[in-house]
């Protein structure tokens, strides 16, 4: 946690909370005013009982209780716990506004039935008690030495994971869950805590064939015609190392809403790949095309796609996916999407944790911006490229063009090679301050920017070695300085393409990244100069113009 941008000197709060629900039958209130905290006022006010609940917290070995029911204000009820006490930070959060809406959303998922974590059920004749011990949310408060505690008596630490250990006193719970692991980091939010897994000899009994092998990706053929299958990709550096301790079923992560606007503001990014972590599932679905960015920042988070219809993709689309596996691990016993929820007496948590290790490994192999990129340029005949230029009519958000670049990018930086982007997309470079370059901002963005904007640097020293000189191009192309020539997109402009024939004719890299189920007459044309990647591949060979 002192990564996340707190000194040193600041300690950690353990939150260690127990959710009470009974069925005790009380007097109807009128509902809450909406305070338009879209995460926490989604449960329906219908209820026949109105259900009185509890929020034991433990902060500084002092016990505190938050109380409510079925329509109460929940937003404000733990606005007012959090700023009466100092909770102003973490997971993800640096306001009372944001921890409030953290805790607000625990409470709204218990009143919706959402269950987590380890339950004890006690029946009896006029009450069902619920208990749900968590120990994986930590905030931090300033000025106090706070402890850690863990309701756990044990576990098994991810080798892939950070640790972290915590001093007790005779009478406080050794901290047994103590693998800890970096995330992709917008301070404060650098920490969270692993999921125990199960055994290896214990996964092997869900993956007795071990391992999933490198994806087998064949390209079309329509008659003369070859199409290479592509992915969009994730950025390596967003890709967690160890699954996430998990706090909810499915996570309310998706990023817009029913009405089109999103669920999260443009300096949520943090907030939205949070809400991935802590839950199993996350959905995800064909939109206008197959591949989204959606399915990779549910994999990258640790959380598994609850991918509808996966099994009826085209076969050459996703063809980088593990499609059979996340099949599988959607319809785990006791799991129900659609209400999104998992009965806990027929879901096998070992399998599920089995299967979501062996999907983020994957993940981290084969679906990442580098090793789609790396997959590129082996099937261009150029593994070893270093001198790459990278043409583009368009500077707009376009997420298959940016996230090769991306991938391109990181291959040859390891070389000391240089890809040469032009035209510049400048939302995804690094800005020096807030006013961001050509007046492209987050808001403004395709997606917000989640997973793409402000991802590559560059130098402006002529003499570095990784300066990229964008000038003189069409000479350069003619005089056959770069090792291979990629258009990004063949629908967003093909500039300098005499030149490029002339020069590369036979090897160019042409990348289709569009939400089309057909073949246009480009696929047909510039198939013939070089290697066509395509996105979105249909099942058949149908010209469209």
Request: with cysteine; hydrophobic share 30%.
């Amino acid at each position: 946690m002192g990564a996340m941008g707190y000194s040193t000197g600041l300690r950690l709060l353990f939150l260690f909370i127990i959710l009470v629900s009974t069925t005790q039958q009380q007097q109807q209130q009128p509902p809450p005013t909406n305070h338009n905290h879209n995460t926490n006022h989604n449960h329906n006010h219908n209820h026949k009982h109105n259900h009185q609940h509890e929020i034991t917290i433990t902060l500084n070995n002092i016990q505190h209780s938050i109380h409510f029911n079925d329509h109460s204000d929940l937003f404000q009820t733990a606005f007012e716990f959090v700023s009466t006490n100092g909770v102003s930070a973490g997971e993800g959060c640096n306001d009372y506004e944001c921890t409030a809406r953290f805790i607000s959303g625990m409470m709204a998922n218990e009143m919706a039935n959402k269950k987590i974590g380890e339950k004890a059920v006690e029946t009896g004749d006029r009450s069902t008690v619920t208990r749900v011990k968590l120990d994986m949310i930590e905030l931090s408060m300033e000025g106090e030495i706070l402890s850690l505690e863990s309701s756990s008596t044990s576990s098994t630490s991810s080798t892939s994971s950070t640790s972290s250990t915590s001093s007790s006193s005779p009478d406080q719970p050794k901290l047994t869950h103590s693998a800890y692991a970096d995330v992709p980091c917008i301070p404060p939010y650098c920490k969270f805590r692993c999921a125990p897994l199960p055994a290896p000899q214990s996964c092997s009994k869900y993956l007795p064939s071990g391992p999933l092998p490198p994806p087998t990706i064949a390209p079309k053929s329509c008659g003369t015609t070859t199409i290479h299958p592509l992915v969009i990709g994730v950025p390596a550096e967003d890709v967690v190392s160890c699954v996430p301790l998990k706090s909810f079923d499915f996570a309310e992560a998706k990023p817009d809403n029913n009405e089109g606007k999103y669920m999260f503001d443009h300096k949520e990014e943090h907030e939205y790949r949070r809400a991935y972590r802590a839950a199993r599932y996350g959905r995800t679905k064909k939109k206008s095309g197959w591949d989204c960015m959606r399915h990779y920042e549910i994999l990258s988070s640790g959380s598994v796609p609850s991918f509808e219809e996966i099994e009826h993709s085209p076969a050459h689309t996703l063809a980088h996916f593990p499609k059979e596996l996340l099949a599988r691990a959607r319809d785990l016993p006791g799991v129900d999407p659609v209400a999104g929820t998992i009965n806990s007496e027929a879901f096998d948590h070992d399998e599920y944790l089995c299967l979501a290790d062996e999907l983020l490994r994957y993940t981290r192999e084969y679906l990442t911006t580098k090793s789609v990129a790396e997959y590129v340029l082996r099937v261009a005949g150029k593994p070893r490229a270093r001198n790459i230029l990278y043409l583009s009519g368009h500077e707009g958000a376009d997420y298959v063009r940016d996230m090769l670049l991306h991938g391109l990018k990181s291959v040859v930086k390891e070389n000391n090679g240089v890809v040469v982007d032009y035209v510049k997309p400048p939302h995804l470079y690094d800005i020096a301050d807030d006013t961001p370059p050509h007046g492209w901002s987050n808001e403004n963005i395709y997606g917000l920017g989640f997973s793409t904007a402000h991802r590559l640097t560059e130098v402006d020293d002529p003499g570095d070695a990784s300066f990229v000189d964008r000038s003189n191009l069409s000479e350069r192309i003619l005089n056959k300085e770069f090792d291979v020539v990629v258009y990004g997109s063949v629908h967003r402009g093909m500039l300098f393409l005499d030149e490029v024939i002339e020069a590369y004719g036979g090897e160019i890299v042409f990348v289709d990244g569009e939400d089309m189920h057909g073949m246009c007459t480009k696929v047909q044309k510039f198939a013939k100069m070089g290697h066509y990647f395509m996105r979105e591949i249909g099942d058949d060979c149908e010209v469209i113009q």
